[in-house]
Every structure is written in C-alpha cells, then in structure tokens.
C-alpha cells in the first residue's frame, strides 16, 4: 500500500493506491499444492506411487537446470554431477547417522544434498562460468567424464560398481513418521518439491534472477553497465548446484542405493537437458512437463517397446525443428489465444493434424518395431505383434502396408499443416488488431 499526499487550498489530502492480490497467482500455486496431497490418493498402485516419488525430485532438479540453460542460457552437460555428489554425501550421512556419529534427521538429508551439491559447485562452478556459450558446454562435458571416471577410482567413497546402499529408517520417528512405508516418503518428497519450486520461482524475480536474464540476452550490454557477466553466472551455477543437491538428496531417500555409473553419468546429464527443452526451459512449469515425460518415458515407454531412445530422440529432433520453446511455449501460445477468444476455430485443424499425423506414426512405427524384432528377436520368429495386428517382419506386404500407412498419413499431415499455417496467420493478424483496438481506447 503507497500512500501520497497532494496539496490544495483547502490543505494537504492524503490519498491511497492498494496493489490487487495476483488472484491468479495464488490459485495456481493452490492447485499445485493439492495436485501434490491428492495425487497418491488418485493413484493407489505402487508403481504409481514409485512414478510420483521420481516426478517429485525431478522436478526439483528440471527446474535446477532450467535455472541454467533457461534463465542464464548456460547449455551444461554435467548436470548430473552435482546432483550425483549430493546423493553420494547425502547417503554416507545416512549410513553416519544409522550408525548413531552423526545426529541427522531423515527430514534434514536432503538439505546435506543440496549444501552438497553447492559446495561442489562452488569448487567447479569457479573454472566453469570463466567461459560462455559453445566453451561452457563443453568444459561441463569434461568436468562430467572426469567425475564419471574418479567414480570407479575410489572405491571407498564411491563404492564402485555396486555402488553403496542405506537404510532410510533410522533414528525416532519424526512425529511419530518412520518414512518406512513408501507414501510417508513421498509426501517427504512432494513437500520439499513444492518448496523448492516455490523458492526457484522466487528466485526470478530477485535482482540476480533479473540480471541473469539480461546476461543471457545481452552480456555485452550487461558488461557495459557495470556487471560481471562471469560473477554472474557463478552465483547461478552454485543456487542451481544447491537445488541439485537437494534432488539427488531425495532420490537417495527413495531409492537407498546410490551407484556412481548410473548417477554421474553424461547419459544422466543428457536427460536432463533433453526433458527440461522438451517441457520448454524459458517457462517455469515447462521443466515440470520435462520431469513427468521423463518418468513416463523411462519407466512406461521403456517397457513397451526397445524402440523408445529412438522414439525419444526423433521427438527431440521434431521438437527442435517445429517448436523450439517446446510443450509449455505451445500451452502458452494457446492461451494468449484464447484470451482473445480466437482459439475455437483452431480446433478442427488440431484435430486433423493430431489424427493424421497419428496415421503416420503408427505406420513408422511399425516399420521400427520390424526392424527391432529382426534384429533382436529373430530366434522368436518372423511374426510379431503390433497394436493388435499381426505382422510378419519378412513378409513384403506387411513393409508395404505399413509404408502405404505412413506416406498416407504424411501427405494428409501435410495437407492440414498448410490450412493450419494460413490459419495461425489470420489469427495472429487479428489479435494484433484487438490488442492495438485496446491500447488505443
């Protein structure tokens, strides 16, 4: 509330202007936190349950990266290095706190990750922001591979190829909560995402956040006012290192095993970049989107077929050529449309590309899954099964019919998109019109 005061003959009169609640803004974060409570009780099996626990401290560390590659347009490829570290301090003060020499709450573990994952960050971060662009990346690949190769060097800290194990149920309970069953663990989980989301929400409206953004726009501008563009990114790298750490901390209390190849890994460091740009890395729930693909990619995708790397990477590949501020760009690009009213007649198109290019997907990937079968389980057989229909993998009418399909949906995909695309034209037009109709009134 400001308050101002004008003068008058009639004396001073004091007058006040009252900033409105951001209704909008609550009401998000209100869902968001009931989406948290209710999700287990929606979903009661316990793989679903185990998917809700890795969605929940992905988050976290989607939403850490984001703070890298989105905000200061840093493109890291050792991630999953200080998320890794994290789980590895965090689960050796597991096993001191078990063992009764150190006094450490379950509840607090997770904060060890992330002091963890900050420290490291402030011990690589210094050599790492020195550069920018095209030389960052690849000094993170290298500080990556090397921290992936001291992995196997030191046995006992980080436990070689088997890795090391823990027992999350230790100590008292915490109000009367043993974190024993797996639903108390993910609501352990569920709280520090939603708080951590709400701090890295915080943290881009702080002056660091803002300027960050400026140096990924404009560092030479940012230079010429009198920043240190490399201070910069070195404060971001370390905040971005603690939230990291914070992940890796909780993906230790769900998993109670850390191994070093599995959580140092470039692999590792990858998906995070792939699932944080596929969910769009310049808006805050976009890393959200990355974290619950992520899940279903790696645990449903993976189970249905042998295929899913390569139905990953050409959905990487298409995201990148058609819609590179990926799925929560297309989210927001709608809404402004429906805003104005002028997303209704965009409907039909939607559904004719969602259809056609479905047809041609299908028929693709009958072609691949073919050619897996024939290279995988040719002892089974030529025959297999796909959607329900039989095909026969050396049969020349089964790889014609599943071309015919393709090249079918492709060419009404391309009929559609081009209605589409002179459509999107007009509409756009015309909320450019309402929008200078409103400014000028």
Not at 123 to 136: A, D, I, M, P
Not at 260 to 267: P, T
Not at 410 to 418: H, K, N, P, S
Request: charged letters at 10%; hydrophobic letters at 55%.
């Amino acid at each position: 509330m400001n308050a101002s005061t004008t003068s008058s003959a009639a004396g001073p009169v004091s007058y006040y202007r009252f900033k409105p609640w951001n209704i909008g803004r609550f009401v998000i974060w209100s869902l968001f936190a009931i989406a948290l409570i209710v999700a287990p009780m929606l979903f009661r099996s316990s793989l679903a349950l185990t998917m809700l626990s890795q969605i929940g401290y992905l988050i976290i560390i989607c939403l850490s990266y984001n703070m890298l590659l989105g905000q200061g347009g840093m493109l890291s490829f050792g991630h999953a290095v200080y998320t890794g570290l994290g789980s590895f301090i965090a689960i050796h003060a597991m096993n001191m706190a078990t063992k009764g020499s150190a006094g450490i709450p379950l509840v607090l573990i997770p904060l060890v990750g992330g002091l963890a994952g900050a420290f490291f960050a402030i011990l690589l971060g210094f050599v790492t922001t020195k550069k920018s662009g095209t030389t960052f990346a690849m000094i993170t690949l290298g500080v990556g591979e090397l921290v992936a190769a001291m992995a196997l060097m030191f046995h006992e800290f980080f436990g070689g190829e088997g890795g090391i194990t823990t027992d999350r149920v230790y100590g008292t309970p915490f109000f009367g909560i043993t974190f024993g069953p797996a639903i108390q663990v993910y609501y352990l989980i569920a709280a520090y995402c939603f708080v951590c989301t709400a701090a890295m929400f915080a943290f881009t409206g702080t002056p660091l956040g803002r300027i960050l953004n400026a140096v990924r726009d404009n560092p030479e501008r940012v230079e010429f006012i009198g920043y240190n563009t490399q201070r910069v990114r070195y404060f971001a790298f370390i905040i971005a290192g603690f939230f990291a750490g914070i992940g890796g901390g909780l993906a230790t209390i769900n998993f109670e095993i850390v191994t070093g190849a599995d959580s140092l890994n470039v692999v590792r460091s990858g998906g995070y970049l792939l699932f944080t740009f596929l969910g769009g890395a310049t808006i805050l729930f976009g890393p959200i989107i990355g974290a619950v693909l992520l899940v279903i990619a790696s645990v449903l995708l993976s189970e249905l077929t042998k295929a899913w790397l390569l139905y990953l990477g050409l959905v990487f590949l298409f995201m990148v050529m058609y819609a590179p501020g990926g799925i929560a760009s297309l989210i927001m690009m709608n809404l402004r449309l429906a805003k104005f009213g002028r997303l209704k007649p965009l409907i039909a198109s939607y559904l004719g590309l969602a259809g056609t290019g479905l047809v041609a997907i299908l028929g693709a990937a009958a072609m691949v899954e073919m050619i897996y079968h024939l290279q995988l389980n040719a002892a089974l057989g030529p025959t297999m099964t796909f959607m329900g229909i039989q095909l026969n993998a050396t049969a020349l009418n089964s790889w014609f019919g599943s071309a015919f399909v393709m090249v079918t949906g492709l060419g009404l995909f391309e009929v559609v998109r081009r209605h589409y695309v002179h459509q999107w034209g007009e509409i756009q037009e015309a909320v450019e019109k309402d929008i200078k109709r409103a400014e000028a009134l």
